[in-house]
């Protein structure tokens, strides 16, 4: 004999095929559908989700949505993980580190661009001689930091965390050969 509460279900099942859609979605019941129809769950299933999402408690007492949101945090750290063991990411001290080694090395460079060039200035006397003698000293000395920061960067890529011990074009230090000036008379 059938119950009349079990007559009464087949017909909401029977009636609603939009209640089965959202409860196969929601992956309850249909009886839980109706329960919470009744509690103010609307019945579209995108919305359905949300609402549910945000209402409804789960059997430990964590919110659906938070049990979500720690998912997706666990991804994203895992996922940092695996590129900083393939070596897309570096940790923030090395960048610092690189970073400052890159400004002592550029300021140590131009820094000799005066003590080089002093003498052959002081002989000069068009303004437009000196400028251009300047540029070119100075695009020296910020082309040679450019080589050697490369090759550092590159050893570093490589995986050797070793400091170079010599440069790959090693700089004259101290004076270098005064250029010809060519004046026009």
Same mark, same amino acid.
């Given at each position: 004999?059938?119950?009349?509460?079990?007559?009464?279900? %087949?017909?909401?099942? !029977?009636?609603? &095929? =939009?209640?089965?859609?959202? +409860?196969? $979605?929601?992956?309850?019941?249909?009886? #839980?559908?109706? %329960?919470?129809?009744? !509690?103010?769950? &609307? =019945?579209?299933?995108?919305? +359905?989700? $949300?609402?549910?999402?945000?209402?409804? #408690?789960?059997?430990?007492?964590?919110?659906?949505?938070?049990?979500?949101?720690?998912?997706? +945090?666990? $991804?994203?750290?895992?996922?940092?993980?695996?590129?900083?063991?393939?070596?897309?990411?570096?940790?923030?001290?090395?960048?610092?580190?690189?970073?400052?080694?890159?400004?002592?090395?550029?300021?140590?460079?131009?820094?000799?661009?005066?003590?080089?060039?002093?003498?052959?200035?002081?002989?000069?006397?068009?303004?437009?001689?000196?400028?251009?003698?300047?540029?070119?000293?100075?695009?020296?000395a910020l082309r040679n930091s450019a080589d050697r920061l490369e090759a550092r960067w590159r050893m570093a890529a490589?995986?050797?965390?070793?400091?170079?011990?010599?440069?790959?074009?090693?700089?004259?230090?101290?004076?270098?050969?005064?250029?010809?000036?060519?004046?026009?008379?």
């Amino acid at each position: 004999m059938v119950t009349k509460r079990r007559k009464q279900k %087949r017909r909401r099942d !029977r009636a609603d &095929p =939009l209640i089965k859609r959202i +409860a196969k $979605a929601l992956k309850i019941s249909t009886v #839980q559908v109706w %329960r919470l129809s009744k !509690r103010g769950m &609307p =019945l579209d299933e995108v919305r +359905a989700r $949300a609402w549910r999402d945000e209402h409804i #408690q789960t059997k430990t007492g964590a919110v659906a949505g938070e049990n979500q949101r720690l998912k997706s +945090a666990q $991804a994203h750290m895992a996922e940092i993980q695996a590129r900083r063991m393939a070596g897309e990411l570096v940790e923030l001290a090395e960048v610092e580190t690189s970073v400052i080694e890159s400004m002592v090395l550029i300021r140590s460079t131009l820094d000799g661009v005066a003590s080089r060039c002093a003498q052959q200035l002081a002989t000069m006397t068009d303004a437009a001689e000196v400028r251009l003698y300047l540029l070119n000293e100075i695009r020296d000395a910020l082309r040679n930091s450019a080589d050697r920061l490369e090759a550092r960067w590159r050893m570093a890529a490589s995986g050797d965390r070793a400091a170079p011990e010599a440069d790959p074009e090693p700089v004259e230090v101290g004076r270098r050969k005064p250029r010809v000036s060519r004046r026009k008379r």
